[in-house]
């Protein structure tokens, strides 16, 4: 047993060393993984996965801290007030750039050094109760007969406010978007019939799903995913909404050197190299997804882009 883990030892001050020497850089202190949602979505386990094995590959120690609020802008704020030591990073996906669109910040992802991305979710799946529609043309017909009367939970400004109004746009309907509050509080009111439609992410969908209390009415994606394979487009079903994926990437504060950006993109690419990893992120509903710092700097640009001209073409 002591020479099983010294040999432990000896492998995790090795891989840690190689960081090191490939960045001259490592962490001294504990990370902060700034999340912007609360525990147990997606975003927040994905995170503590991150956590896990980047302390089992480095020896480092990584805390996941849930700062909720303001389509992301509370959490936000607080990475960009941080110093660019590596110590503090926000983690998650778009938001910035969503909240920058709608006018509740004044910065977009160019306030901050990108660093890679770690995993992706397909763009957030409508849902509803079937004891009130059976499928996607149902839902159409209803709301075209009950114009700005069927609810639709979302946060204003946020990730899934310009899905859902692009969504309206292609499909010829204008539904009641209301401030629902957090993923419990919309399936709450989806299960009660409060609730219409709820955009949401698989996981936090999934179990509603194989019970048969949700349908989905489709994923905004150019093609299936495998992880929701069953689940149709919208452009299968007529509908041409495309809308972006959720790349999970790491924001650190302006001015983080390159050395610490090629830390964690190096450890990042380990993390892709162990099957028990990669399992790990599918099991909590989300794809094994590496980006570099700089593809991932491209596909912000991309994202912020789309975000833009969905908000210019429907303020027209």
Known sequence: MKKALLAL???????????????????TT???????????????????????????LSGCDFIVVNANGAAGSIAADQVLASKPDGHTFLYGHNLVNVANVAGITDYN?????????FAKDPAQQFYVNPKKYKNLQEFIDAAKKNPGELVACTEVGAY????ILKFQELAGIQLDLVDYGSNSDKIVGMLSGQVDMMPGAYINCKDYLE??????????????????????????????????????SFYFPKGTPEA???????????????????????????????????????HDAEYFNVFKTIAEQLAQ
């Open 9 to 27: 030892a000896v492998v995790l001050a090795v891989v840690s060393c190689a960081f090191a020497a490939e960045t001259s850089w490592k962490p």
């Open 30 to 56: 504990t990370v902060s993984i700034i999340v912007p949602a609360g525990a147990g979505g997606n975003t927040d386990l994905s995170a503590r996965v991150f956590a896990q094995y980047a302390k089992e």
């Open 109 to 117: 992802y160019t306030a901050f050094t990108l660093g890679p991305t």
């Open 260 to 298: 610490i950006i090629a830390w964690y993109e190096n450890i990042v690419k380990e993390m892709h190299s162990k099957p028990e990893c990669l399992e790990a992120i599918r099991k909590v509903e989300m794809m094994p997804y590496y980006l570099s710092a700089a593809d991932s700097e491209k």
């Open 160 to 163: 899934t406010y310009y899905e």
């Open 211 to 248: 019970s048969g209390q949700f349908i989905a009415l489709g994923v905004p994606s150019a093609e299936r995913y495998d992880l929701i394979k069953d689940i149709p487009t919208f452009r299968e079903q007529g509908i041409d909404l495309v809308y972006p994926d959720c790349d999970f």
